[in-house]
């Protein structure tokens, strides 16, 4: 259970700090407005528009909680979508292009598109079922209404939480380029994560697939 | 695809001035009768090298009559855009070109001695995806890469307007037309934007059958060239003002913003005005309203000269026009450097206060009257023309053709290509280097200039200086 939601933490980490989910532009947007105000802000807008992302994610599969009859068939699918998502980032190499054509301030609606554009929210689904699981939560023998309501308010906690470990990992990483490093670390802390990305997803589908097992 | 951003991706333009100095440039070489084939000359800028300032490689493509003009990069320091969040492009490929065929080859300067000719687009796929024609300046940007046009379709390019198309900056294919309401664009030349602030701005020369065969008199005399300029809505791709400079404004052409992103103006050449036979810089800004005005900050005058001194199309008017044909911007935003090709004269204007240029510097060299000799003895055919500047600031580059037919009308008696360099001191000092002089192969005109790692008309930064 701990265990879960560290993992929850660790994948907000893990976006966070990858420029593809937002960073850099909370930095150009302090710089833009040379308030370091807009910086928080920009964050702020950010966080919204991932957060949005995770839960269209997450919210349909605990609506799917009343039927925990076939508990592990659902695991599996899921399971297995993550897997795809990341076969076809592996495969398609290709860069959403369109990101490039959304307006600079609208950084939620970004956030959302580059988030679920990378299946970002694919990412969380495994660990938010294995926290949803009946062995998990004991749940095996509550009403279909009580049972609906714990998985919805674990599905926002989760999303929540990785969006809040997320915000934070990006907003000190923008923080330091804006106030200390300089722009000069911009590129230098840039990775092309294109492949670990894909990879991680493989990696988390495949792990929920043998836990289901 | 790299792992890291290309080294020469700079997120600010104060960055890009501390990056390592330029090593290679790489220049046009026009065959200008279309009797050769046309190339890219690879020219070692590397000071400790002992082939520096000389042509060290050329690619001279298989096909003729092209007319080799504007060219640019696959990608530059606009990958560092937060909006794309996947710099890994390389700053490797040369987008060249043919502004007479409509042909465009994308050159591989990867080992720049070794450079060679990658992937050709042949004239028929650009016509049909884009119904546009004569391709001409490149700038990388957010999307992919952004070709200007000449012409529109038809023969002789007057079908529909001309405008600007997207290439992908991976695989080169044409996507397609940029604009979803041009408004009241009906010419093209140049263009460029300020990424953050999402604005573009574009300006005019004229439609083909006013420039292929030589500049048409009657047309300029009664202001038939393009006069305006044009700003867009850059990601809804959208005219949203355009600026009449007034007609007698002949040839708005090149358009320079300033690099770093936070300021909201830039400067426009214009050719001749009709009235006066003055050369002119417009100053274009945003003001409080978020309003697009522009202004004239700079003239220049013509000079009186005698008839006889003078080609055909001058004869009438006892004088000779500075005649702007380019005008570039250093990247702190400081020097405009302006070509007036006409005079033979390269000013260096301080546009510390873009509403108020001040002439800090002047070098005199070729000219249709004065002709005045490079200091080292030898003769510079035309006059100064594209001009190129080093990220640093420190070097001035430039080449001597405008455009093969106009170069024979202004200049009948010269030919050749030659490319100089001028060095700017720290107190701003403005003068040509003795030692820097490349001679065209014979039967090679020289026209636009690239630097290595990026230049001042290349790269679009997307954060401010600090």
């Given at each position: 259970?701990?265990?879960?939601?560290?993992?929850?933490?660790?994948?907000?980490?893990?976006?966070?700090?990858?420029?593809?989910?937002?960073?850099?532009?909370?930095?150009?947007?302090?710089?833009?407005?040379?308030?370091?105000?807009?910086?928080?802000?920009?964050?702020?807008?950010?966080?919204?528009?991932?957060?949005?992302?995770?839960?269209?994610?997450?919210?349909?599969?605990?609506?799917?909680?009343?039927?925990?009859?076939?508990?592990?068939?659902?695991?599996?699918?899921?399971?297995?979508?993550?897997?795809?998502?990341?076969?076809?980032?592996?495969?398609?190499?290709?860069?959403?292009?369109?990101?490039?054509?959304?307006?600079?301030?609208?950084?939620?609606?970004?956030?959302?598109?580059?988030?679920?554009?990378?299946?970002?929210?694919?990412?969380?689904?495994?660990?938010?079922?294995?926290?949803?699981?009946?062995?998990?939560?004991?749940?095996?023998?509550?009403?279909?209404?009580?049972?609906?309501?714990?998985?919805?308010?674990?599905?926002?906690?989760?999303?929540?939480?990785?969006?809040?470990?997320?915000?934070l990992a990006g907003g000190v990483l923008a923080a330091f380029i804006y106030g200390y490093f300089g722009l000069k670390y911009l590129s230098k802390t840039w990775f092309n994560l294109d492949i670990v990305w894909a990879t991680s997803l493989i990696v988390v589908g495949a792990f929920?697939?043998?836990?289901?097992? | 695809?790299?792992?890291?951003?290309?080294?020469?991706?700079?997120?600010?333009?104060?960055?890009?001035?501390?990056?390592?100095?330029?090593?290679?440039?790489?220049?046009?070489?026009?065959?200008?009768?279309?009797?050769?084939?046309?190339?890219?000359?690879?020219?070692?800028?590397?000071?400790?090298?002992?082939?520096?300032?000389?042509?060290?490689?050329?690619?001279?493509?298989?096909?003729?009559?092209?007319?080799?003009?504007?060219?640019?990069?696959?990608?530059?320091?606009?990958?560092?855009?937060?909006?794309?969040?996947?710099?890994?492009?390389?700053?490797?490929?040369?987008?060249?070109?043919?502004?007479?065929?409509?042909?465009?080859?994308?050159?591989?300067?990867?080992?720049?001695?070794?450079?060679?000719?990658?992937?050709?687009?042949?004239?028929?796929?650009?016509?049909?995806?884009?119904?546009?024609?004569?391709?001409?300046?490149?700038?990388?940007?957010?999307?992919?890469?952004?070709?200007?046009?000449?012409?529109?379709?038809?023969?002789?390019?007057?079908?529909?307007?001309?405008?600007?198309?997207?290439?992908?900056?991976?695989?080169?294919?044409?996507?397609?037309?940029?604009?979803?309401?041009?408004?009241?664009?009906?010419?093209?030349?140049?263009?460029?934007?300020?990424?953050?602030?999402?604005?573009?701005?574009?300006?005019?020369?004229?439609?083909?059958?006013?420039?292929?065969?030589?500049?048409?008199?009657?047309?300029?005399?009664?202001?038939?060239?393009?006069?305006?300029?044009?700003?867009?809505?850059?990601?809804?791709?959208?005219?949203?003002?355009?600026?009449?400079?007034?007609?007698?404004?002949?040839?708005?052409?090149?358009?320079?913003?300033?690099?770093?992103?936070?300021?909201?103006?830039?400067?426009?050449?214009?050719?001749?005005?009709?009235?006066?036979?003055?050369?002119?810089?417009?100053?274009?800004?945003?003001?409080?309203?978020?309003?697009?005005?522009?202004?004239?900050?700079?003239?220049?005058?013509?000079?009186?000269?005698?008839?006889?001194?003078?080609?055909?199309?001058?004869?009438?008017?006892?004088?000779?026009?500075?005649?702007?044909?380019?005008?570039?911007?250093?990247?702190?935003?400081?020097?405009?450097?302006?070509?007036?090709?006409?005079?033979?004269?390269?000013?260096?204007?301080?546009?510390?206060?873009?509403?108020?240029?001040?002439?800090?510097?002047?070098?005199?060299?070729?000219?249709?009257?004065?002709?005045?000799?490079?200091?080292?003895?030898?003769?510079?055919?035309?006059?100064?023309?594209?001009?190129?500047?080093?990220?640093?600031?420190?070097?001035?580059?430039?080449?001597?053709?405008?455009?093969?037919?106009?170069?024979?009308?202004?200049?009948?008696?010269?030919?050749?290509?030659?490319?100089?360099?001028?060095?700017?001191?720290?107190?701003?000092?403005?003068?040509?280097?003795?030692?820097?002089?490349?001679?065209?192969?014979?039967?090679?005109?020289?026209?636009?200039?690239?630097?290595?790692?990026?230049?001042?008309?290349?790269?679009?930064?997307?954060?401010?200086?600090?």
């Amino acid at each position: 259970m701990t265990a879960l939601w560290w993992a929850v933490i660790a994948s907000g980490v893990y976006h966070g700090l990858n420029p593809g989910m937002g960073w850099p532009l909370a930095v150009s947007a302090g710089l833009m407005e040379q308030r370091a105000r807009a910086l928080p802000r920009a964050l702020a807008m950010l966080a919204a528009g991932h957060l949005i992302a995770m839960l269209v994610i997450l919210l349909p599969f605990s609506m799917m909680a009343t039927l925990f009859i076939w508990d592990r068939e659902i695991r599996l699918g899921a399971a297995a979508l993550v897997v795809a998502m990341g076969c076809y980032l592996l495969i398609n190499r290709r860069h959403p292009k369109f990101l490039a054509r959304v307006h600079p301030a609208r950084l939620a609606l970004w956030s959302f598109l580059a988030a679920t554009a990378h299946g970002a929210g694919l990412m969380l689904l495994p660990v938010y079922l294995e926290l949803c699981s009946p062995e998990t939560l004991d749940n095996g023998h509550l009403a279909a209404d009580v049972l609906m309501t714990g998985t919805l308010s674990a599905a926002i906690k989760v999303a929540a939480v990785h969006t809040l470990s997320m915000t934070l990992a990006g907003g000190v990483l923008a923080a330091f380029i804006y106030g200390y490093f300089g722009l000069k670390y911009l590129s230098k802390t840039w990775f092309n994560l294109d492949i670990v990305w894909a990879t991680s997803l493989i990696v988390v589908g495949a792990f929920a697939i043998r836990l289901a097992y | 695809m790299n792992v890291k951003p290309d080294p020469t991706f700079h997120a600010t333009a104060q960055l890009a001035m501390q990056a390592p100095i330029e090593n290679f440039g790489f220049t046009v070489m026009l065959s200008p009768d279309g009797s050769d084939s046309d190339g890219i000359a690879i020219v070692d800028l590397n000071p400790t090298s002992t082939s520096y300032g000389q042509i060290v490689h050329q690619v001279i493509v298989p096909t003729k009559g092209d007319e080799f003009h504007h060219f640019g990069w696959n990608a530059c320091s606009s990958s560092l855009s937060p909006m794309s969040g996947h710099a890994f492009l390389e700053r490797r490929y040369l987008i060249v070109p043919g502004i007479r065929s409509s042909r465009i080859f994308i050159i591989d300067v990867k080992d720049p001695l070794n450079a060679k000719i990658h992937k050709t687009i042949e004239p028929e796929e650009i016509f049909s995806k884009t119904g546009y024609s004569r391709p001409h300046t490149i700038h990388c940007g957010p999307e992919g890469i952004y070709v200007s046009t000449l012409g529109g379709g038809g023969e002789d390019g007057t079908d529909g307007p001309p405008g600007i198309f997207i290439m992908d900056c991976e695989t080169f294919d044409i996507i397609g037309r940029y604009e979803m309401d041009r408004g009241e664009q009906e010419k093209h030349y140049d263009f460029w934007w300020n990424l953050p602030q999402d604005y573009m701005v574009s300006s005019e020369w004229g439609l083909p059958p006013q420039f292929e065969n030589g500049v048409v008199a009657e047309d300029l005399l009664s202001n038939q060239y393009g006069h305006k300029i044009h700003f867009w809505d850059l990601r809804k791709r959208k005219n949203i003002q355009t600026i009449d400079l007034g007609e007698n404004h002949q040839m708005a052409l090149e358009i320079r913003p300033a690099h770093d992103p936070k300021k909201s103006y830039g400067f426009c050449g214009v050719v001749v005005d009709t009235t006066n036979l003055q050369g002119a810089i417009f100053t274009w800004w945003r003001d409080d309203d978020g309003n697009w005005q522009a202004k004239k900050t700079i003239t220049i005058d013509p000079h009186p000269a005698e008839p006889d001194d003078l080609p055909e199309l001058l004869k009438g008017f006892s004088a000779v026009p500075p005649l702007v044909t380019d005008i570039d911007l250093s990247l702190d935003d400081k020097y405009l450097y302006v070509a007036c090709w006409g005079i033979g004269e390269m000013h260096q204007y301080d546009v510390s206060d873009p509403m108020n240029p001040v002439l800090a510097g002047k070098v005199e060299i070729g000219g249709i009257v004065k002709d005045t000799k490079h200091p080292n003895g030898k003769d510079f055919a035309y006059g100064p023309q594209m001009v190129e500047i080093s990220r640093d600031g420190k070097r001035v580059y430039w080449t001597n053709s405008l455009y093969s037919s106009w170069d024979d009308q202004f200049y009948p008696d010269d030919e050749g290509g030659q490319m100089v360099m001028a060095r700017v001191g720290d107190d701003g000092s403005f003068a040509l280097d003795k030692e820097f002089y490349i001679d065209f192969p014979k039967g090679y005109r020289s026209h636009q200039i690239r630097l290595e790692g990026g230049d001042c008309s290349t790269d679009s930064f997307c954060y401010p200086n600090v």
